[in-house]
């Protein structure tokens, strides 16, 4: 037999409702008291994805996804606190007009293979590039110096542009509980995860103050984890549906990049905190061969 004759795969698409929600805090330059927080809530997203997987019969496995969406809502929450900024400040601010990309790809191997069951484990990778924009600007508190009179929403207001690299390890499942019915389930945890980001304040471009352009962000964490399950039913012998539902969550400590990005130049490195969640269900659509 070729070693075509030794592999099954699975190759189709999904259709996911997700939210998500990002986080950053920025500190003083010695890391010692909080200036800001940034809460990016209710990111509405439906992205399209295609996703593939090989089983040789040693128990090796390959799979896979890359996927892209429109994030089409979403409020900003801008909290400044003193003594950075007296008195305190929290605007709220919509969202519209972000995207998400991702791709992951896994290896793994299935330590346990029964006839309606079987368990591996697996070593990856996972990209995701978030892009979310605050457009307009109303202040919720007392500070009179931030968005009053308030900002319309026709006028963008920050972009927050981030790509997140993690390293996976994790265990693969598979459960057929009847003739059909198949229950599949990954539990990855994200050892290393890097984020490259940049935090472009567009009413301060050029402004007495502010910033000569978008400001530089890194980061590094080891806290991530991703998770994943689908329940799908074997229509006919090549073609099967499935419902499923996902989980993933990043988070880094870095620097926010403000020297040589500030009008007037100076600017120092200041400590940042991100932290990411995306989750929600998904329809698919498969092929067997």
Same mark, same amino acid.
């Given at each position: 037999?070729?070693?075509? *004759? ?41 992205? @399209? ?5 090989? *089983? ?50 896994? @290896? ?23 892009? @979310? ?157």
């Amino acid at each position: 037999a070729s070693l075509l *004759d030794n592999i099954t795969t699975e190759f189709g698409s999904r259709y996911w409702w997700s939210t998500g929600k990002t986080v950053k805090h920025l500190f003083d330059p010695a890391g010692t008291s909080i200036n800001s927080e940034l809460t990016y809530s209710g990111l509405a997203a439906q992205p @399209v994805e295609l996703f593939a997987r090989a *089983d040789h019969a040693s128990g090796v496995f390959l799979k896979g996804d890359i996927g892209t969406g429109a994030v089409t809502r979403g409020n900003l929450k801008d909290e400044d606190f003193p003594p950075f900024i007296t008195p305190y400040s929290d605007t709220s601010s919509g969202q519209k007009d972000g995207s998400i990309t991702y791709g992951t790809a896994d @290896v793994g191997y299935d330590f346990l293979r029964k006839p309606n069951y079987k368990l591996g484990t697996f070593v990856g990778y996972n990209y995701y590039h978030a892009n @979310v924009n605050a457009d307009g600007c109303i202040q919720m508190a007392g500070n009179l110096a931030n968005c009053v009179p308030a900002i319309p929403d026709s006028i963008q207001g920050i972009t927050e542009d981030a790509v997140w690299q993690s390293a996976r390890l994790g265990i693969s499942g598979e459960f057929t509980p009847a003739d059909r019915w198949k229950l599949t389930g990954d539990v990855a945890w994200l050892p290393y995860t890097t984020l490259s980001s940049t935090d472009t304040h567009w009413l301060r471009i050029n402004s007495p103050g502010g910033f000569t352009g978008p400001v530089p962000e890194d980061g590094s964490g080891h806290n991530g984890y991703q998770l994943e399950s689908v329940l799908s039913y074997q229509v006919t012998p090549a073609f099967s549906l499935g419902l499923g539902g996902r989980y993933w969550y990043m988070e880094t400590s870095g620097k926010s990049h403000f020297e040589g990005n500030t009008v007037g130049g100076g600017g120092v490195p200041q400590p940042v905190e991100f932290s990411t969640s995306r989750y929600g269900v998904f329809a698919q659509a498969a092929f067997n061969f």
